[in-house]
């Protein structure tokens, strides 16, 4: 397996020399595709297809090795600098396994993991670690790790009950917001308000908000489908149909 990839390390070598679509390409353009790939790793692994996700883990490979060279051409680092690296990262934040240290549960090796971290990066304050939170994160996502990080020094609800009475009360806020027929810029603000305090609840509960979300999504196609498939049969267009109406074919999708 060493020796394929090595020859991935070469293809990119030859491409960067021969191709002119890959000769153009520099960190930043390559960006839209690193997350693209990376959507398709996930979505593979959603849909079991493990076939699929050997496909896709293999372009993501790719972009890894892609950037890697580049780098490589600036007089940065090469791929084997970044596999040195991470190798030693992974020693030195497991020294309950390449160590002295003795950790029984998952939350005592993620607590070692996060002082570690903090401790290389220098990172003093709890703020200054939230901060590190890349900032192109899905803002679900974004939410909950700081929220997670507040919660680990205290700064939290004594029960969901506390995250769900700020969900209603933000929800207040926003409906007199929208009542006053504020400008945009406030109803914003208010919905992101909001949005935040529904993250905190979710984080009570051990709940993804990123998939919560995305379920929600997929379960609106199903049912929306639904309620077009049913008007197509009674050949009926949805933009000549009344809300009422359609509504009827929905209600009809929450019991299938």
């Known amino acids: 397996m060493k020796a394929s990839f090595e020859e991935l390390v070469e293809i990119m070598d ?19 595709y690193l997350i693209e790939e990376t959507y398709e ?31 490589q051409e600036n007089g940065r680092f090469d791929i084997y600098e970044v596999i040195y690296d991470i190798c030693q990262k992974m020693k030195r934040r497991h020294t309950h396994v390449f160590g002295s240290d003795n950790f029984s549960t998952a939350e005592e090796v993620l607590q070692n993991w996060d002082k570690i971290k903090n401790n290389e990066k220098e990172v003093e304050t709890v703020t200054e670690s939230m901060k590190r939170i890349p900032k192109h994160l899905p803002a679900l996502m974004r939410s909950y790790k700081v929220q997670e990080k507040a919660a680990k020094v205290g700064f939290d609800w004594e029960s969901y009950e506390g995250a769900l009475n700020k969900a209603y ?18 109803i914003e603000e208010e919905i992101g308000d909001l949005l935040f305090a529904v993250v905190n609840i979710a984080r009570f509960f051990d709940v993804d908000p990123e998939e919560a979300l995305h379920r929600t999504v ?28 359609m509504d009827k074919f929905w209600e009809e999708a929450k019991k299938v």
């Open 169 to 186: 009360e933000e929800l207040e806020e926003l409906k007199e917001c929208l009542s006053k027929n504020d400008k945009k810029e406030k």
């Open 218 to 245: 997929k379960k609106f196609i199903t049912r929306f489908s639904h309620v077009e498939e049913s008007a197509s049969k009674q050949g009926k267009k949805l933009n000549e149909m009344s809300l009422e109406d």
């Open 14 to 32: 030859i491409l960067r020399s021969k191709c002119p679509w890959d000769r153009q390409q520099t960190h930043e353009s390559l960006k839209k």
């Open 41 to 71: 790793v996930i979505e593979a692994i959603d849909e079991k297809d493990f076939t699929k996700l050997k496909e896709e883990l293999g372009d993501l490979l790719l972009q890894v090795v892609f950037h890697a060279k580049i780098a």
